[in-house]
Structure formats: structure tokens, C-alpha cells
């Protein structure tokens, strides 16, 4: 026991990961840049197919980070939806440069346009990864 608690001390605080879904490489990358800005790590899909089968093989993602506009077979706002209803701890923050009003989301999840500042969606996510 007193040596688990040593290891578990030694490997730091757990890691919280958030997946990012982004069909455009340099939004992808940049997007990440703002998670790991708030002190988390992030996972990289590149529409919501590839999401969802991340999702299905982890149980270690604490937030959802998607655009709306995607190809595949849903674009963000049902992806949000599809993980609101399969994953409901997950929290989800949507973004969209095409979008002129909020979109009906699912309870608690955030939604900003683009272009939106780093600023707040690093202030979201540390928010959320409490």
C-alpha cells in the first residue's frame, strides 16, 4: 500500500485529455496549442467518425473541443449530442466561424464563435477540467 502511494506520487497529478475535432490541419494545430495553453493534453480527430472510435477506445477524455462545420456523417453539433447521450461526463465546448446564432446544443455545453479569443477557450477549459 505505502508503496503504491509513492509511485502514484511520483507520476504526478492525472493527465486530462481533450479531444480535439478539426477538419482543417492548422485549426487542428492550433487548437491544440490553446488546450495544452490550459495545462491539459490533447487528442487529435479529424471529423466526428474519428472522434466517436476514439471515444469508444479511451475512457480518460474529460472534454470534447469541435468545430461544426466537418465532413462525415455528423457534423459538431450532433457529434455533441451523440456525446452528451454515450458519454455524458464529457464536457463539450463547440466552435463555429459559419454559424450567426447559438445552436441548440445539449445541456452545459459551450459554444463560441469563430474567430474566437484563446484566451476565453483556455479560461473554458480550465474551468471545465476542474
Wanted: no cysteine; net charge negative; proline share 7%.
Amino acid at each position: 500500500m505505502y508503496g503504491q502511494r509513492i509511485d502514484e506520487e511520483r507520476a504526478g497529478p492525472q493527465r486530462q485529455f481533450v479531444l480535439v475535432v478539426e477538419d482543417e490541419p492548422l485549426l487542428l494545430l492550433m487548437a491544440g496549442d490553446i488546450v495544452e495553453d490550459a495545462g491539459l493534453e490533447p487528442i487529435f480527430a479529424r471529423n466526428a467518425d474519428e472522434a466517436i472510435l476514439i471515444l469508444e477506445s479511451r475512457d480518460d477524455v474529460r472534454i470534447v473541443f469541435t468545430d461544426v462545420r466537418m465532413p462525415g456523417s455528423m457534423d459538431g453539433i450532433r457529434l455533441a449530442g451523440a456525446v452528451r447521450d454515450r458519454w455524458p461526463p464529457i464536457k463539450l465546448v463547440v466552435v463555429s466561424g459559419h454559424m450567426y446564432s447559438d445552436p441548440q446544443l445539449p445541456d452545459g455545453a459551450r459554444f463560441f464563435r469563430k474567430p474566437y479569443s484563446s484566451e476565453q477557450i483556455v479560461a473554458t477549459l480550465r474551468e471545465m477540467a476542474v
